[in-house]
C-alpha cells in the first residue's frame, strides 16, 4: 500500500488564492470542526485552557511580510497538506497505514493501522502531518473525504469543510487533473504555483499569487485627469463660476 | 500492493440540523447546527441566510468551543467575600429573582434614577430598553458609547444612515473601495465575501489604516496613517474634488442641502441657521424665478452660490458655498496635510483623481426605471461605482464625529450614496437626516413605579433637547449634557467612574449584561477596579450593589454581587429585530431569531428570559396583565410573537397577521415562530428592483418604508452636508438662548460644534507634552478573536494566547529591540510591560496591539499561567476615562466633545526597553474562580463520535 | 529535530548490539575467538539484549506500540519497515546460534549462522542508517555519510563490548584493541567528514521557495498559526545554539574518540594487564560520547518544513 500509485484517476486539490485571503483562520477552525469529529475524529487538543496550549490542526495559516518598504505586502498564507503526487511521506510508511489513493489522489492515514512512528511527518517538506498525542496515531488533511462523496450531504455542500466556510472565497476544491475544470482554470489564468516546486513532491494544491497593484482599473486611473486650466481668480471663483450653472431640483 | 482500506464515504453528519442565528460576535450569521446524540457535531453556515449566505468566518467554526466552555457559569450567585476576591455562594433562582426584585423594586418605589441599567455587547435592545423604560430610570444604554456612536451619529445626522448595519458598499458593483480604519468589523463576514467579489472582480481596494493586517493586507493600496488624522486625509480628498470641480452637482441639488440658504449674522442667535419660510422649511433662491423658495419644493432651478439678501435684510449664502471655501482653504491642500497624516501629496492627488475618475467616468447605467419622490419618473438608474466604509480607527477618536460626516460628505460630493455602485442602505434605513426620535429621561418626567414616556437615546436638535434639570445632569453617564450633548448611544464607559463618585448623583443599584467592565469594556482598567470596590466611611461599598448577567466567569463576574447566568448562544431564544439592530441587507428588510437548539446542562436561563420574568415581578405595565398576572408566562418566545411596541408592530416583522400573512405591520400570529423555524430562523422581504437604490428619494421604497412603520411618512431624506443642530449648539455656546453651556464648557462647545465638518487635533495630544509621548498606539480587532467574548474558547486561544506590541523595524532598531524582547510602553495614565515584535506594515509612529488578549488570572476557566495573563496585555490599562486636567481644573470624559464616544484611539504613549522579569505588568491579583470546576488539561472532542468502519 | 531520548537509546544500543553480533560472530567464522561456548553465548546475549533493549524502547517510541506488528509490512519502500524486517530476520540466525552456544552442542550449522548474523547485523544497521539518510526535508540527513557513520559507530562501540567481555573472561587478544582503534579511527574520520559537509552545506531551500513569494521580495514571517509550539514545531523546530553544539561536538570527539582510542593505544603498548580496565574506560567513556552524538545528530538537523516557521534556509 505504501508504494505510490502510477496514476490517479483524478487529482483532487485546493487552490488558495493568495490575492484574497485575509488572515481570519476560518478554513482552520472549520477544518478542526468537521474532523475533530470525521474520519481523523479526534483531533486532541492539549493544556486547552493551560500555560501551553497545543492541538492536533490540519491547516494553519501563516501571516508574512514580504518586499521591502513601501512595496511590501503582508500575505496571510494557509497551509496544509498539498495531496503531492510524489510524496515521501507515503514510501516511508512502514505499516501502509499512510496511502495515496488511486481514484482521486487524497493522501490518507488510516488511523485504523497507524503505529504513530511519526516518520511520515518527518518526510513532509510542508509540515502538513500533525500528530496527535492522544490517539497515538498520525492525523492530516483528508480533503474532507467524508464530505465530497457523502451522499447524505447536498451536492452544492460536497467540498472540504474549509472550502465550504472561507468567507472571501479565497479557497476552490477540485480536479487538478483535469486542465478545463475550473481550478486548472484559474492556475492558468492567475500564474498558480507550487510550493517548494524544487522539493520535487508535484504537489496538487495550487496557490495563486498576491496581485501587485495590476488592478483592472489601474491605466485608466492612475492617469491624473487634466487639472483646470488656471486663468485667473481663485480655485473657490473658479469653481462657483462652474457651480453657477442651471440645475433644476 | 495491498488493497485500499474501505473508507465510509457517506457517514451522515448528525441526526439533526437546527438553523439558528451565531452569536461568536455581531454580526449574526445563519448556521446550521448539525446535532449527534444531542451534542453538536458541526456548525456551518446557512446557504439561504441574507447575512453570511452559506459561509461562517474563524469564530463561528469554533462555536463548539464556546458552547462547550468551562468557564460557563452554572447556576446564580450571590457574593460571599469581598468584592473581586470570586468568592460566590450558590443560590436558587428563586432567591436570586426575590433577591433582585427587592433590590430593583425599593429603588423603583424611591428614585427610579437610582438604577443604572447597562448592557453590553446586547442584541435585544428594543427589550432592554423597553425595560429600563418600563422601570422608569433614565440610566440606560448598550456599549455603543465605547464602541462606534461616532459612525453612527456622524451618519445619522448626515444622512440617516452609516456604515454596517445602516448600509453597505454595492459589493457588487463598486469599482473602487475605500476603507478606513477596519481590521476587522462588525459585519465580519458581509465584508469577507464583499471583498472577495471586488477582487474577482479587478475592483480597487485602497485601505487607510496605520497597520497593514486583515482587509488591508489584501487591498491593492495601503495609505499607512497617522491615527487621528483622517480628516485632514478626507479634507485633502475633498479639496482635490472642488479644486478639480469633479463633484456631483445634479446630485447635490437633488439630494442635499447644498443649496440651502444659511443666515450669515454673526453675533446674532440666528447666525448659521437655515433662513426658512414661513412654513419653517428651509429656502433656496431660485435661479429660474429669481426669488427665493422652498428648499422642498421640486419645481425650482436652486442657486448652489450667491450671498442673497433675504426679505428681513438678513444675508445668506448657500451651503455649498460655506462648505467649498472650508475645504478650499489651504489647511486641506494635499501638501499642508502631508506631514501630519504621513500621506504623500502625490498620493492624496492620485487617489482623488482615481475617485473622480471612475465615479464620473467610469459611471453605471442601470435600465431599471423607478419613480422619485415627487413622483417624476427616471428612466435608469445611474451610478458613481465608488464607495466607501469605516469603523473604529475613525470613530474612537475625540475628532470621530466630525471625521465621521467628512467620509459620509465625500461620498455625498461624488454622488455614490444609495446607487448603483456606491453606498447602499440596509432597511429600515435611511431614516430622516436628523432622525426624528429625541432622548427621553429628563429629571423631571423621572417618577417612582411609573414608565419613562419614551426611549432613552436619540437625537438632539438643540440645547432644548438636552437631559438636563439646570446643570443637573439627569443621566449618570452624564449622556446629554454639555460633556456630550449628542451622545446618542450613551456613555457607557463613564458609569462606573461616575457612580463611584456620586456625580453627578449616588445610584443604588447597578445593573449589568455581557459587558466586560472590569477588565477589556473600560478605559482605565486598575481605575475601574478601584472604583468598583470604593467604600464609603462607613465601609459600605460606594456602588451598593451590582447585579451582573454572563454566561462565562469573566474579569467583572467577581465584582457583582448578583450573579445571573446567562445561556450559551445554542441554548436561547432570541430576537434580532427590526426595531433595534436587524440583519437586513441593500435588497431585503431582513430579522431572525435564535432558539434553543440544545438544552442547558445546568442551571442557567437567558437574560432576557430573566428580564421579563423581573418585569412581572415589579409590576412593570407592559410585564404585566391588568389583573396582575405576568403578560408573557411563556417568557422570551412568548414576548418576541406577542409583544406589540404600537398596534401591529412587534419585536419580529416576518409572518405577522392571524394567519402569518402580513409582513411588518399585523396582528401577532401565534405560529409565528414556527414558520421562523420553517425558513431557516429568519425572515427576508425583497425589495422590488425599482426600490432597489435611491432609497432616500424613492416614491416606491418610501411607502413602502411607511407601510413597514420604518419611517413616518414618505418625505425624503435630504443629505445634510451643513448640520443645523450642531449650529444650535455653538450658538448656545456663544451665549445665545436661556440653555447656555457652563463657563468650563463653552469654549470647547464653540470650536468643536461646527456645522460643517473639520479636523481637529485629537483631545489628549493637544494636553499632553507630544515630546514626552511621541507614538499613537491602537488596538486592531484579530478576524479569530473579534467580539467573541474572551478567551475560554479552546480552539481560537491556540492560535492567539498572548498578543504582543507590533513596532516599526526602525523603531525597533532606534531603541534596540528585536522580536520577543520586553518593552515598557508608558502613557500619561499608566504603564504596561509587553513583548514586541517588529514589522513594516505599520505607521512608523504608531504601535498596535491585538484587542482584548490579555485576561486576568483567574478569569475565562484559564490557569493562572496561562500566556493571556503572564504575557498577554491591555491597552486600556493606559488609556484614561479622563482627559488630563486643562484649564479650569476640570477633567472632561476622555470622549469626543459632541457624541461623547470613548476615545480610545487617541491614545498617545513612549516607549523604552525593558529588563528583569519576563512576564507582563500590571499583573493583577488572581480573581478567584467563581467555584467553577477546574478546566480540563485535555480535549478530545468528536472522539464520541468516531464510528466503527470508517 | 527534536532528540526523543527512547530514538537515541534505540539507535545507540542496537548499534552497539549489532557491532557486538557483527565482530563476535566474523571472529567466530574466522576462529579467532575462544574456545569457550559460554564466553561466545554471553556475548551474544549482551548483544541480543541490547538490540532488544533498543527495539523495545522504540516500539515505546511509538504512539500505538500494540500495532507494531504492521510495520514489517512495507519492506518494498520502507526503511523503516526494512530495519524491522531486518532485525526480526537477524534474530534467527544470531538467536539460534546462541541457543546452540549455551546448550554446547557443536554443529555445523554455527559458521554459516554467524556468517548470516553478521550479514544481518550490517544490514540492519544499514537501515536504521537509510531512514534517516532518505529523508530529503534534512539536509544534514539526506546523506551517504549517515549510513556510514551508523555503520561505523555501531562497528567501533560493537568492538569495545566484544574486547571487554573477552577481556573480563580472561581472554585478551590484542586483535580486539586493534580492531577498536580501528574502527573508532573510522568513525572518528567519517564523523568530522559528516560534520565539515553538514557546515559547509547552508541549505538549498529558502523561506522564499516554501511560500513561492520569493518574485516579491524578502520574506519575513509577521504571525505563526498559533501561539504555542505545535507538533511540528516541537518535533522538527528544535534548535540548539551554534555555541553548544562546538562545545558538544568537542565532548563528543574528546569522550567517543579521543579517551578510548587512547585507552586502546594504551592497551595495545603497555599489553595483556589491566584490558578489562581499559576496555571498561574506553565503553563508559564510548558510551557518554555516543549518547551525546546520536543526541546532536538529530539536535543539528534542520528541517525543511521551519522555513515556514522562520528559518530563512534550510
Not at chain 2, 478639480?244 to 440658504?261: F, G
Not at chain 2, 492620485?350 to 464620473?360: M, S
Request: hydrophobic share 40%; charged share 20%.
Amino acid at each position: 500500500m505504501t508504494s505510490l500509485p502510477e496514476n490517479t484517476g483524478k487529482k483532487l486539490g485546493l487552490v488558495i488564492d493568495l490575492d484574497i485571503c485575509v488572515g481570519c483562520h476560518a478554513c482552520a477552525t472549520s477544518c478542526k470542526e468537521w474532523n475533530t469529529g470525521g474520519y481523523s475524529a479526534p483531533l486532541s487538543d492539549h493544556d486547552p485552557y493551560g500555560a501551553d496550549p497545543s492541538g492536533a490542526w490540519l491547516n494553519r495559516i501563516h501571516s508574512y511580510e514580504v518586499g521591502e518598504g513601501p512595496g511590501s505586502k503582508t500575505v496571510h498564507f494557509p497551509r496544509s497538506c498539498l495531496h503531492c503526487e510524489e510524496p515521501d511521506c507515503v514510501t516511508v510508511c512502514p505499516t501502509g497505514a499512510s496511502y495515496k489513493r488511486a481514484e482521486d489522489g487524497i493522501v490518507l492515514v488510516n488511523p485504523d493501522t497507524c503505529i504513530g512512528c511519526k516518520l511520515c511527518s518527518w518526510a513532509c517538506p510542508y509540515g502538513a502531518r500533525e500528530y496527535d498525542f492522544d490517539d497515538g496515531v498520525m492525523k492530516k488533511c483528508t480533503l474532507c473525504v467524508d464530505r465530497i462523496y457523502n451522499e447524505t450531504i447536498p451536492e452544492e455542500d460536497r467540498v472540504p469543510a474549509c472550502v465550504r466556510a472561507c468567507p472571501t472565497g479565497a479557497r476552490a476544491f477540485g480536479d487538478l487533473g483535469d486542465p478545463s475544470s475550473a481550478v486548472s482554470q484559474s492556475v492558468a489564468a492567475r500564474g498558480g504555483f507550487n510550493l517548494l516546486e524544487e522539493f520535487g513532491y508535484k504537489p496538487v494544491n495550487k496557490y495563486l499569487p498576491p496581485r501587485t497593484g495590476a488592478s483592472d482599473l489601474d491605466p485608466a486611473i492612475v492617469t491624473q485627469p487634466e487639472r483646470i486650466p488656471k486663468p485667473d481668480g481663485s480655485a473657490v471663483e473658479r469653481l462657483f463660476a462652474w457651480a453657477d450653472q442651471a440645475l433644476s431640483r | 500492493m495491498s488493497k485500499q482500506p474501505a473508507i465510509d464515504l457517506n457517514d451522515p453528519v448528525g441526526d439533526r440540523v437546527a438553523k439558528t442565528t451565531c452569536y461568536m460576535c455581531a454580526c449574526r450569521c445563519g448556521i446550521n447546527v448539525h446535532l449527534r446524540d444531542g451534542k453538536v457535531r458541526y456548525i456551518e453556515g446557512n446557504r439561504d441566510h441574507p447575512v453570511n449566505q452559506g459561509v461562517l468566518c474563524g469564530k463561528g467554526s469554533a462555536g463548539i468551543m464556546q458552547h462547550y466552555s468551562p468557564a460557563r457559569l452554572r447556576v446564580p450567585m450571590k457574593r460571599v467575600g469581598p468584592r473581586g476576591s470570586g468568592e460566590f455562594e450558590e443560590i436558587s433562582w428563586e432567591e436570586a429573582l426575590t433577591t433582585a426584585t427587592d433590590w430593583l423594586g425599593e429603588v423603583r418605589t424611591n428614585d427610579p434614577k437610582r438604577l443604572a441599567f447597562f448592557t453590553g455587547r446586547d442584541q435585544s435592545q428594543s427589550l432592554t430598553g423597553l425595560w429600563a423604560m418600563q422601570y422608569g430610570t433614565p440610566n440606560f444604554s448598550a456599549h455603543g458609547g465605547f464602541c462606534s456612536v461616532n459612525m453612527a451619529a456622524g451618519g445619522l445626522y448626515t444622512f440617516g444612515g452609516a456604515f454596517w448595519e445602516f448600509g453597505d458598499p454595492d459589493w457588487e458593483l463598486t469599482k473602487y473601495f475605500l476603507l478606513f480604519g477596519v481590521a476587522e468589523d462588525h459585519a465580519s463576514n458581509p465584508i469577507k465575501i464583499g471583498i472577495g467579489h471586488l477582487k474577482g472582480r479587478g475592483a480597487k481596494i485602497v485601505s487607510v489604516n496605520p497597520v497593514r493586517t486583515g482587509y488591508n493586507a489584501v487591498a491593492d493600496e495601503w495609505v499607512g496613517i497617522r491615527p487621528g488624522t483622517d480628516g485632514l486625509f478626507v479634507g485633502a480628498l475633498i479639496h482635490e474634488l472642488f479644486q478639480n470641480q469633479k463633484i456631483d452637482l445634479d446630485y447635490l441639488v437633488r439630494y442635499t442641502n447644498a443649496p440651502w440658504l444659511v443666515i450669515q449674522h454673526p453675533g446674532a442667535a440666528d447666525d448659521g441657521l437655515f433662513a426658512r419660510g414661513e412654513d419653517r422649511d428651509p429656502i433656496v433662491f431660485d435661479k429660474a424665478t429669481g426669488d427665493f423658495a422652498s428648499a422642498m419644493s421640486v419645481e425650482t432651478t436652486p442657486a448652489l452660490t450667491g450671498a442673497r439678501t433675504l426679505a428681513d435684510g438678513r444675508t445668506a449664502r448657500p451651503v455649498f458655498e460655506l462648505m467649498a471655501e472650508r475645504f478650499l482653504s489651504d489647511e486641506y491642500a494635499p501638501e499642508a496635510v502631508a506631514s501630519q497624516t504621513g500621506v504623500d501629496a502625490e498620493q492624496i492627488r492620485r487617489i482623488a483623481a482615481e475617485l473622480a475618475e471612475v465615479a464620473f467616468e467610469q459611471e453605471i447605467v442601470l435600465d431599471q426605471p423607478w419613480t422619485d419622490w415627487a413622483g417624476r419618473r427616471h428612466d435608469k438608474m445611474i451610478g458613481r461605482p465608488v464607495s466607501m466604509h469605516a469603523m473604529r480607527g475613525v470613530s474612537a477618536h475625540s475628532n470621530g464625529f466630525q471625521t465621521c460626516r467628512m467620509i459620509h460628505i465625500l461620498q455625498i460630493l461624488l454622488g455614490s450614496i444609495d446607487c448603483p455602485g456606491g453606498f447602499r442602505y440596509k432597511p429600515p434605513y435611511p431614516k430622516q437626516a436628523p432622525p426624528w426620535l429625541l432622548p427621553q429621561g429628563a429629571l423631571e418626567d423621572i417618577r417612582p413605579r411609573e414608565p419613562l414616556g419614551g426611549p432613552h437615546l436619540g437625537f438632539p436638535l438643540g440645547p432644548q433637547h438636552l437631559l438636563l434639570d439646570g446643570d443637573k445632569p439627569s443621566r449618570i453617564d452624564k449622556g446629554f449634557t454639555w460633556d456630550a450633548p449628542m451622545s446618542a448611544h450613551g456613555l457607557m464607559h463613564m458609569v462606573i467612574n461616575n457612580a463611584a463618585k456620586k456625580d453627578p448623583y449616588e445610584i443604588e443599584v447597578l445593573f449589568m449584561y455581557m459587558a466586560n467592565m472590569a477588565w477589556n469594556s473600560s478605559m482605565n482598567v486598575p481605575g475601574t477596579i478601584d472604583n468598583l470596590t470604593a467604600k464609603d466611611d462607613d465601609g459600605q461599598y460606594v456602588i451598593p450593589k451590582i447585579i451582573y448577567s454572563d454566561a462565562y466567569y469573566s474579569e467583572m463576574v467577581p465584582y457583582a454581587d448578583l450573579i445571573l447566568p446567562d445561556t450559551t448562544y445554542l441554548e436561547r431564544w432570541d430576537c434580532i429585530s427590526l426595531l433595534d439592530r436587524p440583519i437586513s441587507t441593500a435588497e431585503l428588510a431582513a430579522d431572525s431569531i435564535r432558539h434553543p437548539v440544545v438544552k442547558p446542562d445546568r442551571d442557567v436561563r437567558g437574560f432576557q428570559e430573566v428580564l421579563i420574568d423581573l418585569g412581572a415581578r415589579l409590576a412593570m405595565p407592559a410585564f404585566t396583565n391588568e389583573d396582575g398576572s405576568p403578560r408573557y408566562p411563556g417568557g422570551y418566545p412568548d414576548y418576541m410573537v406577542n409583544h406589540e411596541r404600537k398596534p401591529g408592530i412587534g419585536p419580529l416583522a416576518g409572518w405577522r397577521g392571524a394567519d402569518g400573512s402580513k409582513t411588518g405591520q399585523g396582528a401577532p400570529n401565534p405560529k409565528q415562530l414556527e414558520r421562523y423555524l420553517e425558513n431557516g430562523a429568519f425572515f427576508a422581504h425583497e425589495l422590488k428592483p425599482e426600490q432597489a437604490y435611491f432609497k432616500h428619494a424613492n416614491r416606491d421604497y418610501l411607502n413602502w418604508a411607511v407601510e413597514m412603520g420604518f419611517r413616518v411618512e414618505p418625505r425624503p431624506t435630504i443629505f445634510q452636508l451643513y448640520c443645523e443642530p450642531v449650529q444650535a449648539f455653538r450658538l448656545a455656546a456663544e451665549g445665545h438662548g436661556t440653555r447656555q453651556p457652563p463657563e468650563s464648557h463653552r469654549e470647547r462647545i464653540r470650536k468643536h460644534f461646527d456645522p460643517l465638518p473639520f479636523w481637529y487635533a485629537p483631545l489628549e495630544e493637544t494636553m499632553l507634552d507630544e515630546g514626552a509621548y511621541p507614538l499613537h498606539a491602537i488596538t486592531q480587532r484579530p478576524m479569530h478573536m473579534y467580539h467573541s467574548w474572551g478567551s475560554q474558547n479552546a480552539w481560537l486561544r491556540q492560535i492567539t494566547a498572548a498578543n504582543r506590541l507590533y513596532i516599526h523595524r526602525s523603531l525597533g532598531a532606534k531603541i534596540g529591540v528585536v522580536d520577543d524582547d520586553w518593552v515598557w510602553l508608558q502613557s500619561h495614565q499608566g504603564q504596561v510591560k509587553c513583548q514586541v515584535r517588529l514589522m513594516d506594515g505599520v505607521n512608523p509612529d504608531t504601535v498596535w496591539t491585538w484587542n482584548a488578549i490579555g485576561k486576568r488570572r483567574g478569569a475565562w476557566g484559564l490557569s493562572d499561567d496561562s500566556p493571556e495573563a503572564n504575557q498577554g496585555f491591555l491597552l486600556n490599562h493606559l488609556i484614561s476615562e479622563l482627559l488630563p486636567e486643562g484649564g479650569g481644573g476640570y477633567r472632561y470624559s476622555n470622549s469626543d466633545p459632541i457624541t461623547g464616544q470613548a476615545a480610545w484611539f487617541d491614545l498617545r504613549v513612549a516607549i523604552k526597553k525593558a529588563d528583569g522579569a519576563h512576564e507582563t505588568e500590571p499583573l493583577f491579583e488572581p480573581t478567584g474562580t467563581g467555584g467553577l470546576a477546574p478546566s480540563p488539561d485535555k480535549i478530545a472532542y468528536g472522539a464520541e463520535f468516531k464510528r466503527s468502519g470508517r | 529535530m527534536h532528540p526523543a531520548y527512547s530514538v537515541i537509546l534505540f539507535t545507540t544500543a542496537s548499534g552497539a548490539g549489532y557491532g557486538l553480533m557483527f565482530w563476535l560472530s566474523v571472529a567466530y567464522a574466522l576462529g579467532l575467538t575462544p574456545n569457550s561456548p559460554f564466553v561466545l553465548f554471553v556475548a551474544m546475549a549482551l548483544a541480543l539484549l541490547l538490540i532488544t533493549i533498543g527495539l523495545i524502547s522504540s516500539t515505546l517510541h511509538l504512539g500505538r506500540p500494540e500495532r507494531a506488528m504492521g510495520a514489517f509490512s512495507q519492506w518494498r519502500s520502507s526503511w523503516l519497515s526494512r530495519e524491522g524486517v531486518a532485525a526480526i530476520a537477524t534474530y534467527m540466525p544470531s538467536g539460534l546460534l546462541a541457543l546452540l552456544w549455551l546448550i554446547g552442542v557443536e554443529s555445523s550449522l554455527t559458521i554459516p549462522l554467524a556468517i548470516l548474523s553478521a550479514v544481518g547485523a550490517v544490514i540492519t544497521v544499514y537501515c536504521t542508517g537509510m531512514i534517516y539518510a532518505s529523508l530529503r526535508t534534512i539536509r544534514q540527513w539526506y546523506l551517504g555519510l549517515v549510513p556510514a557513520n551508523y555503520l561505523a559507530l555501531a562497528a567501533a562501540t560493537g568492538a569495545l563490548l566484544l574486547g571487554f567481555l573477552l577481556a573480563a573472561f580472561g581472554y585478551a587478544p590484542a586483535w580486539t584493541a586493534t580492531v577498536s582503534l580501528l574502527g573508532l579511527a573510522v568513525a572518528a574520520a567519517l564523523k568530522v567528514h559528516y560534520w565539515q559537509t553538514i557546515d559547509a552545506d547552508l541549505g538549498q531551500y529558502t523561506v522564499e521557495m516554501a511560500t513561492g513569494l520569493g518574485h516579491l521580495g524578502r520574506v519575513k514571517p509577521l504571525d505563526p498559526p498559533h501561539t504555542r509550539p505545535n507538533f511540528v514545531m516541537r518535533e522538527m523546530g528544535y534548535e540548539v545554539a551554534r555555541k553548544h553544539t562546538e562545545k558538544l561536538r568537542r565532548l563528543v570527539v574528546a569522550f567517543l574518540f579521543a579517551a578510548p582510542g587512547l585507552s586502546m593505544l594504551l592497551l595495545l603498548t603497555v599489553g595483556g594487564w589491566g584490558a578489562t580496565l581499559f576496555f571498561l574506560l574506553a565503553i563508559v567513556c564510548a558510551s557518554v560520547g555516543i549518547l551525546t552524538e546520536r543526541w546532536l545528530f538529530f539536535a543539528e538537523a534542520r528541517h525543511v518544513s521551519m522555513l515556514f516557521y522562520g528559518s530563512a534556509r534550510a
